[in-house]
């Protein structure tokens, strides 16, 4: 969990699921990108919560492949370490860095909450997705 | 000084009138009705959790915290520090934003 201040005596306490699903979101938007890989243990935790949610009448936003670390011990510093497979046509070290600098904007417009890393993993390279949207 | 049992029926009410957020409450059954197990009273803490339905969040929870705070004045608790917990993000809160992209599957883009 991720305090920011709203007020001067109110706090708002933002979830690692909801940094997750805005880093998701801002990843798969970025041209190059064909998919977050959740990973096996990713995909698991994630069918709970989304199973969990959807107990709750939820329709969870996806979360899968992005994990949110708070360092306590830092002033409440937070980072985001995500998994990607990127398009064959693609550079992945200029997309790995479009990722960092769409996840750290988005996170920050839509949370309110600025990350100190953003660690991108290219686990796969899709050799079907040939055409880079622009 | 309000009960804190009116008091937790005024700030679920404060909080209806704020759309984009929905209590977050534990997936369970109990006897309680199970809005108020979204809201926490102490001495000096008002918690309240949420679930998100739209972004971006700062001006969602301001309005948030003002309705709240109207539901706290003239009671006990009108100076007691606020928290607002965000517990999950609804993906309705991304599918009306533009260059969404919903992910996590294998389907080809």
Request: hydrophobic share 50%; no cysteine.
């Amino acid at each position: 969990m991720i305090s920011t201040a709203i007020g001067d005596s109110t706090t708002a306490v933002i979830g690692e699921s909801v940094l997750a699903a805005i880093t998701v979101r801002a990843a798969t938007a970025v041209p190059g990108v064909v998919r977050v890989e959740p990973g096996l243990t990713g995909l698991v935790a994630s069918v709970a919560r989304a199973t969990r949610q959807r107990l709750k009448g939820l329709d969870p936003a996806p979360t899968e492949g992005v994990r949110v670390t708070v360092e306590h011990d830092l002033a409440g510093a937070s980072s985001v370490r995500l998994t990607v497979a990127v398009a064959v046509r693609g550079r992945a070290v200029e997309i790995g860095a479009a990722v960092q600098r769409a996840v750290a904007a988005s996170v920050a417009a839509s949370a309110g909450v600025t990350v100190s890393a953003v660690t991108v993993s290219i686990m796969d390279i899709d050799l079907t997705d040939t055409e880079l949207d622009d | 000084m309000a009960a804190p049992t009116a008091l937790v029926t005024a700030l679920l009410e404060a909080l209806r009138d704020v759309p984009g957020l929905r209590l977050s409450v534990p997936t369970t059954h109990t006897l309680v009705p199970v809005d108020r197990l979204a809201v926490d009273i102490g001495d000096t803490v008002v918690e309240l959790r949420v679930v998100a339905l739209e972004l971006p969040l700062p001006p969602l929870l301001a309005r948030a915290d003002k309705a709240l705070r109207a539901a706290l004045l003239g009671t006990a608790w009108a100076n007691a520090r606020l928290r607002l917990v965000v517990t999950d993000l609804d993906a309705a809160a991304l599918a009306g934003e533009s260059g969404v992209t919903r992910s996590g599957s294998d389907e080809p883009r």
